[in-house]
């Protein structure tokens, strides 16, 4: 494999990792200073709107200027933000005001970092000499290695270290991921369009224009919903159902291996379609993914067992593998290039929001009613989203388009 694609997946794999360990070890932290787990509360509240704002916003800056610096940058943001806490502690001291500070400023690089990555996929696959199906789907696989090894390795550090150098070592990784970001040749994340389609006006106009195509394109607000709902269920499903319910069953520690369990299916979903995903009709391979994991949440819903829940975790994984790595082979053929910012910046930002709309549904479904419920009613919103994916027009014709080489036929092609 080429310099290219090895760089760029080393920093995919990095930033992750780091954001997968702070998301772990960042509210045990300003639990052990504050003493408080309102104060957790707030700190995660506080930060989450200007990580949806900053995502839908900066989209338009991804857009203007080379995406590869817009990597760096927003990988950078991260870094400073989290290393600024252990600097603060050594001067005057960290209090709750000072991690909801950094913490606002860390998040405003989140998504765009995101962004900023997904966008510069096209063109890794341009200029590394790899398919779309094989980056995408090892890209998918080391998502699913970040999300088995973050916590483990946070947890880890938490009992090996003091905060303080547990901060300094989850802003390395977001150093290292933009110093491994900078051995990708600067030309390869340029932005390149035809003169005359460089969008006038302000930045406001083309952030609208960006909504404008993602708003009027079936295909992708099709895509968008399945992928918000599935992040909606299995949120909601991680975040409250399975720890009511295991604490319910006095087994709270099994909820770890349930997330062993959904990683590795992952990230054996992804290896199987990084090599194989070039082969076969696409459309298999998306119904494939689509049933996998509509079975697969339906076994986690019925609550039954333990085993039976990791089965279906395991499931869910496996195919969510298949269709997470398929989705991102389409958004890199299917989104025009100059909007790529803007469209992207805003379907990462509606994935971020999603997670707490689901725990609060599921929260008042729990308390009220019951845990069961809650389960159920998770896997009908899925089961309706599926049933709407299956027989969306938009969505029965997903082979590459020939014809689709300039951006004007992007754009056409991102409106069927």
């Known amino acids: 494999m080429r310099l290219i694609p090895v760089a760029y997946l080393s920093s995919y794999l990095l ?17 052990q200073i504050t003493g408080s787990a309102l104060g957790a509360g707030t700190v995660a509240a506080a ?7 900053a995502g839908l916003v900066m989209g338009v800056v991804i857009d203007r200027i080379n995406r ?41 690089g989140d998504v765009p970092g995101m962004t900023a990555r997904d966008a ?4 890794i696959v341009r200029h590394g000499g790899i398919s779309s ?26 009992v090996l270290f003091d905060g303080s150098t547990v901060l300094w070592i989850t802003a390395a990784t977001s150093l290292l991921a933009a ?36 708003l009027r394109s079936p295909f992708l ?36 291996f349930v997330l062993t369990a959904l990683a590795a299916g992952m990230l054996v979903g992804a290896g199987v379609y990084a090599g194989a995903g070039a082969r076969g009709a696409r459309r298999t391979w998306f119904l494939t993914g689509l049933v996998g994991t509509t079975v697969g949440f339906g076994v986690v819903a019925t609550l039954s067992s333990v085993w039976v829940v990791l089965a279906g975790a395991f499931v869910v994984g496996l195919s969510s593998g298949l269709f997470g790595s398929l989705m991102g082979v389409l958004m890199i053929e299917r989104i025009p290039e100059r909007m790529r910012g803007r469209i992207m910046g805003t379907q990462n930002a509606v994935m971020t929001a999603a997670p707490p709309v689901g725990l609060l549904a599921a929260a008042v479904l729990t308390e009220y009613i019951s845990v069961e419920v809650a389960a159920i009613a998770l896997a009908g919103v899925w089961l309706i989203a ?19 080489t300039t951006d004007d036929a992007k754009v056409g092609a991102a409106r069927a």
Request: a negative charge; aromatic letters at 4%.
């Open 386 to 404: 599926v049933a709407v994916g299956l027989f969306a027009r938009s969505l029965r014709h997903l082979e590459p388009e020939p014809a689709a």
């Open 179 to 214: 110093l491994l970001t900078l051995l990708i040749p600067h030309r390869v994340g340029e932005v390149v369009v035809e003169r005359d389609l460089v969008p006038p006006g302000s930045g406001w106009a083309q952030l609208r224009d960006g909504w404008q195509v993602l």
């Open 15 to 31: 930033s992750l990792l780091g954001n997968s360990i702070a998301g772990v070890a960042f509210p045990l932290i300003v639990l």
């Open 221 to 256: 607000i099709a895509t968008t919903a399945l992928t918000v709902v599935s992040v909606l269920v299995l949120a909601s499903l991680q975040g409250l159902v399975l720890p009511v319910w295991f604490t319910q069953i006095d087994q709270p520690g099994m909820l770890g």
């Open 120 to 123: 510069l996929l096209p063109a």
């Open 68 to 108: 590869r610096t817009s990597s760096v940058v927003t990988d950078l943001v991260s870094a400073v933000s989290v290393a600024a806490l252990p600097v603060v502690d050594m001067v005057s001291g960290l209090s709750l005001g000072w991690f909801i500070l950094f913490g606002i400023i860390g998040s405003l």
């Open 133 to 158: 199906e094989r980056l995408v789907g090892i890209r998918e696989g080391l998502g699913a290695v970040a999300l088995l090894l973050g916590p483990a390795v946070a947890g880890t550090l938490m």
């Open 47 to 53: 930060t989450a709107v200007p990580a949806v704002l």
